[in-house]
Nanobody, 127 residues
Framework: QVQFVESGGGSVQAGGSLRLSCVASGYTASTDCMGWFREVPGKEREGVAVIYTGGGATYYSDSVKGRFTISQDSAKNTKYLQMNSLKPEDTGMYYC????????????????????WGQGTQVTVSS
């Protein structure tokens, strides 16, 4: 069974940066693509970014496009989410996940209800 372990959350001021890391153990087809979704207070869960392990294709939600970058280090089996120009509305719990629950439909990042994900890491952005 696949397991995801996130790290790198924290508190920053608006305009700052954070980098999240995720290590996946236990290969399944769900790790052919991986990424992050977030839970923001008062809002629905939102898929943030996805990267396809094999080809490296990436997809982002419109809310983070141009500010967040997802990447991978295959040798370390680690995915990274570099978050720049952070805003207070980025505050929330960030979960590393496979596909599903993340997915790409017609070129757009989507989030399904079922799948595998980690325990989450908190990101807090103050104004």
């Amino acid at each position: 069974q696949v397991q995801f372990v996130e790290s790198g959350g924290g508190s920053v001021q608006a305009g700052g940066s954070l980098r999240l890391s995720c290590v996946a153990s236990g290969y399944t087809a769900s790790t052919d693509c991986m990424g992050w979704f977030r839970e923001v207070p008062g809002k629905e869960r939102e898929g943030v970014a996805v990267i396809y392990t094999g080809g490296g294709a990436t997809y982002y939600s419109d809310s983070v496009k141009g500010r967040f970058t997802i990447s991978q280090d295959s040798a370390k089996n680690t995915k990274y989410l570099q978050m720049n120009s952070l805003k207070p509305e980025d505050t929330g719990m960030y979960y590393c996940a496979g596909c599903p629950p993340l997915g790409v439909v017609a070129g757009a990042l989507v989030l399904f209800s079922a799948g595998s994900w980690g325990q989450g890491t908190q990101v807090t952005v103050s104004s």
